[in-house]
């Protein structure tokens, strides 16, 4: 069951339009890993989302490397690798492996695991495994572990989804359920303006991206034009980490805008809004306020009233856990 009934924006063949396909695959949230091999001369090491579990009893893993990967012959040599589950304030980790940097490992701590290859320090969970199988999948190498050693952190993952970086929170009717029952039972209380504050956004949220598709934008586009209009001319690197986005899907989408004459290249490898490129992202902004603006006329004034109390409320907690820390 479904609250509304979803239209098919794309879709087909994949050969046709692999972009399309992509976008689709993304649509499957996962978390974050970087996965580390010893290497025979250095250590080599990438950010991967294709992590899978796939066997309790031998404990075995699985994931993929695609083989225009640089570091693909030292996975494909080493008898080791390591998967390091990033957690949510990793974001940069992920980006360092994730560029065409030659020095990852200068750029983030770590140590090495009982089978050699490194461990980064801080993630939320390790799998030390011996490479058990390898097998050829289309472009991309499938890597079979077996764990030797694994640990795990309390914490909370990384999320990506949708070409974008994220954070995983209960969904708000769960959160609100759980509410519900607690304040059945007597002397148990909790702050309700929390799971509020956390509905009203994700409809808003929702709402927008409905409206932003609708209007031909995507949150991945939206993000590269915002990002070049506010910067000199950036790599495609430079820009995927400055927006927190996919490498892959920059180069995506800055080949769309090139195409539509929104970019332009400079010195071979920096990328710049045209004028219409620029026009482009005036007309988002213009757009985002209109919704903005009629989404808080369509909202009635108790329920306005209601919200800003809540939004105060939070304030005044978040200051005064501010001024405790301060203390501490
Ligand atoms: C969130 C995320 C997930 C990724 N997942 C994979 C993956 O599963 N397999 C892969 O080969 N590349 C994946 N990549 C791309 C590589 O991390 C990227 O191409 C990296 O530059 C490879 O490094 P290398 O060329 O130095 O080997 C992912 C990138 C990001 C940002």
């Not at 090491?45 to 012959?73: K, M, Q, Y």
């Not at 974001?91 to 461990?119: E, I, N």
């Not at 990506?160 to 519900?180: C, M, N, W």
Request: charged content about 25%; overall charge negative.
């Amino acid at each position: 069951m479904a609250d509304k009934t979803r239209l098919i924006v794309e879709g087909g063949d994949p050969a046709a339009d692999p972009k399309a396909f992509r976008r689709a695959l993304g649509s499957f949230p996962t978390g974050v890993s970087i996965i580390t091999t010893p290497g025979l001369d250095a250590p080599a090491g990438v950010t991967a989302n294709s992590f899978a579990s796939v066997s309790l009893d031998p404990p075995l893993v699985l994931w993929s490397i695609a083989h225009t990967s640089r570091s693909h012959a030292a996975f494909r040599q080493s008898a080791h690798f390591a998967i390091n589950i990033l957690a949510d304030d990793q974001v940069g980790v992920s980006q360092a492996f994730a560029s065409a940097s030659y020095d990852k490992f200068s750029l983030v701590d770590w140590h090495r695991g009982g089978t050699g290859s490194p461990l980064i320090d801080n993630a939320l969970a390790y799998f030390d495994c011996v490479c058990e199988a390898r097998h050829e999948g289309g472009d991309h190498t499938i890597m079979i572990g077996r764990v030797i050693e694994f640990g795990r952190s309390e914490g909370s993952p990384l999320a990506f989804s949708q070409g974008r970086y994220g954070i995983t929170l209960d969904h708000p009717e769960v959160a609100a359920k759980a509410r519900d029952r607690k304040f059945e039972e007597p002397g148990l209380d909790e702050l309700p303006f929390l799971s509020l504050i956390a509905k009203a956004h994700y409809k808003e949220d929702a709402d927008l991206e409905e409206r932003r598709s609708a209007a031909g934008y995507t949150q991945v586009g939206s993000k590269v034009l915002a990002g070049l209009y506010q910067s000199a001319p950036l790599t495609a690197d430079e820009l995927a980490r400055r927006m927190y986005l996919d490498r892959r899907e920059v180069d995506d989408s800055l080949n769309e805008f090139l195409a539509d004459g929104h970019v332009a290249i400079f010195d071979g490898h920096r990328f710049a809004l045209t004028e219409s490129g620029k026009q482009r992202r005036r007309q988002m902004i213009e757009y985002l306020s209109r919704y903005q603006a009629q989404s808080a006329r369509s909202c009635d004034f108790g329920q306005r009233a209601e919200q800003l109390k809540n939004i105060t409320v939070y304030s005044a907690c978040e200051e005064s856990w501010r001024l405790v820390r301060r203390q501490i």
